[in-house]
């Protein structure tokens, strides 16, 4: 089993940047595929961006293509989201999650483990 426990959300200005963490417990973290899904007020969670066990693969949605990186250390058993150019419409709670397909899944019912969640807010 992993727990997963998400950082580094707050509160920013449009155009500004931040980085989220999430770190995972458990030895086994490389041999899970790692996403990070966004759920805004009355809305339905949704696919931010995905990364495969090594790191080699990467998937995003196309929103947010091009301004967001995921990567991950599997030393420090941890996955990060870099988000760049930020907009008030990325408002939202950011959630972590792991599966253990080895393939790129975007689907959250394909993933096995959820963090809590952490809260951005983009001012404009």
């Known amino acids: 089993q992993v727990q997963l426990v998400e950082s580094g959300g707050g509160l920013v200005q449009a155009g500004g940047s931040l980085r989220l963490s999430c770190a995972a417990s458990?030895?086994?973290?490389?041999?899970?595929?790692m996403g990070w899904f966004r759920q805004a007020p009355g809305k339905e969670r949704e696919f931010v961006a995905a990364?495969?066990?090594?790191?080699?693969?990467?998937d995003y949605s196309n929103s947010e293509k091009g301004r967001f990186t995921i990567s991950r250390d599997n030393a420090k058993n941890t996955v990060y989201l870099q988000m760049n150019s930020l907009k008030p419409e990325d408002t939202a709670v950011y959630y972590c999650?792991?599966?253990?397909?080895?393939?790129?899944?975007?689907?959250?019912?394909?993933?096995?483990?959820w963090g809590q969640g952490t809260q951005v807010t983009v001012s404009s």
């Open positions: 999650a792991a599966t253990r397909k080895y393939i790129i899944v975007t689907m959250s019912d394909e993933y096995d483990y």
């Open positions: 458990g030895r086994t973290f490389r041999s899970y595929a």
């Open positions: 990364i495969s066990q090594s790191g080699g693969n990467t």
